[in-house]
């Protein structure tokens, strides 16, 4: 490589821009997976008025996608590794936007549930393809740390434009229309596929593929997603046996992998990398906060304040800008001046503060007193912690085993805030029906809070992990 990688913005050569425009492709992508996560929100009750469904029923148009995905997860991840992450990609992608043609035209309620289903297997296909190409297309430090910005500015900031998208497609258009919008992107982007990616090598398939790996690890993993998405309506009995199959079924894939010849998840990985170790605990800690303050600030904002649909999604906006306008520059900068265990500890420690903010919104609270400041620290600490958790969790990792590791972080966000956002949900509808306020949108403001402040000791939970355990910075040269 002779490109210059203290030039700021596009490179000059050819190579270099097509790099550039390569990043824009795969964050397209994955814009349309985060979107797909949030987007539906708004739409829930037209989609029931529409399809007839049942409110237990309806929860499925969500927990089916929230089931495949993170279930797939490692398996696409693995994927790419084998069969080239170009290829996979792009299968991903074709799935993804297939699945988001018969979700739009999707007549019953089971053809919505099962496209929906089918959307989550794309989505874990394309994600951790997707970020291995990023990881591996952009070597030098400095231009992997201005590329993750823009990755994390998707992640983080795309489930705010999901909602405000939502509100407006559905307002305007219909509820098909929030699927539809991504035939489009998705062609437009098989299309730009070859052109802008590197050619894959030979599938390295002399060793096989660990089918049995993949099978129990993935069952493990929609074991344990289904008990938690379904802890409030299964009978304690239920959940609890379907734990124990989780746990069950794990042990068996470790049992597995130790005498496969081609490991899903090669024993030691986690021994060998410290790094991975610890930003993946530190990455689900945080997604906790995160997808709490996202949940309960939209049901702040519609239940205690009064927004509409459209309006919550506006409300969002400042924080999308914020995230982007850091992402884009200062999350960068501060990596490369600062290093990876500063920033993620700063990022931290600002969406704490964020959440602690939330934690005394009142109820007759104003947007521009006490949301305001609130989203603004919050998406400035979201943009550069997540950022550089994620290239903690790829510091120092094999380049065949990319794939890997952004699959194995990409398992953390989504376990992290299913797992989180059901205990969170528990703690609020306690602490509502604890409450003692004389009014139904005071006790609710009360469960709110309490809400908020658990997710606040998570993410200080993770600024001390990452503070106590070793990261990049102190690691010792590979």
């Not at 062609?187 to 398939?205: G, V």
């Not at 005071?442 to 908020?452: C, K, P, R, T, V």
């Not at 402040?453 to 200080?460: D, F, K, S």
Request: aromatic share 8%; glycine share 12%.
């Amino acid at each position: 490589m002779t490109e210059n990688s203290h030039n700021a913005g596009w490179e000059r050569s050819p190579g270099g821009r097509r790099r550039w425009l390569a990043l824009l492709l795969v964050c397209a992508a994955q814009l349309m997976i985060v979107l797909d996560g949030t987007i539906v929100n708004v739409a829930l009750p037209t989609i029931q008025d529409s399809l007839g469904f049942s409110e237990t029923g309806l929860s499925w148009v969500i927990n089916a996608y929230l089931l495949t995905f993170g279930g797939f997860l490692l398996l696409g991840g693995r994927a790419g590794d084998i069969f080239g992450r170009r290829r996979v990609f792009m299968v991903g992608l074709a799935l993804f936007t297939f699945a988001s043609l018969l979700c739009g035209l999707a007549g019953s309620q089971v053809v919505l549930v099962a496209a929906r289903a089918l959307q989550g297997i794309g989505g874990a296909i394309i994600a951790p393809a997707a970020l291995s190409i990023i990881i591996t297309a952009f070597k030098d430090p400095a231009e992997r740390a201005r590329a993750m910005g823009v990755w994390a500015f998707v992640v983080s900031g795309g489930a705010s434009i999901g909602v405000l998208l939502g509100g407006v497609l559905t307002q305007t258009l219909g509820w098909p229309w929030i699927f539809l919008v991504n035939l489009p992107v998705g062609i437009a982007a098989l299309a730009l596929c070859r052109p802008l990616l590197d050619p894959d090598p030979k599938p390295e398939t002399g060793g096989g593929f660990d089918l049995p790996g993949a099978f129990l690890v993935t069952a493990s993993i929609v074991a344990a997603v289904y008990a938690i998405v379904g802890a409030a309506t299964n009978p304690p009995a239920v959940s609890a046996l379907l734990i124990l199959l989780s746990a069950t079924l794990m042990v068996a894939f470790a049992a597995v992998e130790r005498r496969t010849k081609a490991p899903l998840v090669p024993p030691g990985v986690f021994a060998r990398s410290r790094n991975l170790t610890v930003s993946n605990v530190v990455m689900a800690l945080a997604v906790v906060g995160m997808v709490g303050w996202f949940f309960f600030s939209a049901l702040y904002l519609q239940r205690v304040l009064g927004y509409d649909s459209l309006g919550t999604g506006l409300a969002y906006l400042p924080a999308t800008v914020a995230l982007g306008a850091i992402s884009q520059g200062p999350a960068a900068w501060a990596v490369n001046r600062f290093g990876i265990k500063p920033t993620i500890l700063g990022g931290l420690t600002l969406m704490a503060s964020g959440l602690l903010l939330f934690a005394r919104t009142p109820v007759e609270g104003s947007f521009l007193l006490d949301v305001l400041p609130g989203m603004l620290v919050l998406g400035v600490g979201a943009s550069f912690a997540f950022m550089a958790v994620i290239l903690a969790s790829t510091a120092g990792v094999p380049e065949n085993e990319a794939g890997l590791a952004s699959g194995l972080v990409n398992t953390s966000q989504q376990m992290g805030g299913a797992l989180g956002l059901a205990a969170l949900a528990a703690v609020a509808a306690y602490a509502t029906g604890g409450a003692d306020p004389g009014s139904h949108v005071a006790a609710l403001n009360s469960g709110y809070h309490a809400a908020f402040l658990v997710g606040t000791g998570c993410v200080l939970l993770a600024a001390l992990i990452a503070a106590l355990l070793r990261l990049p910075e102190d690691a010792e040269p590979r």
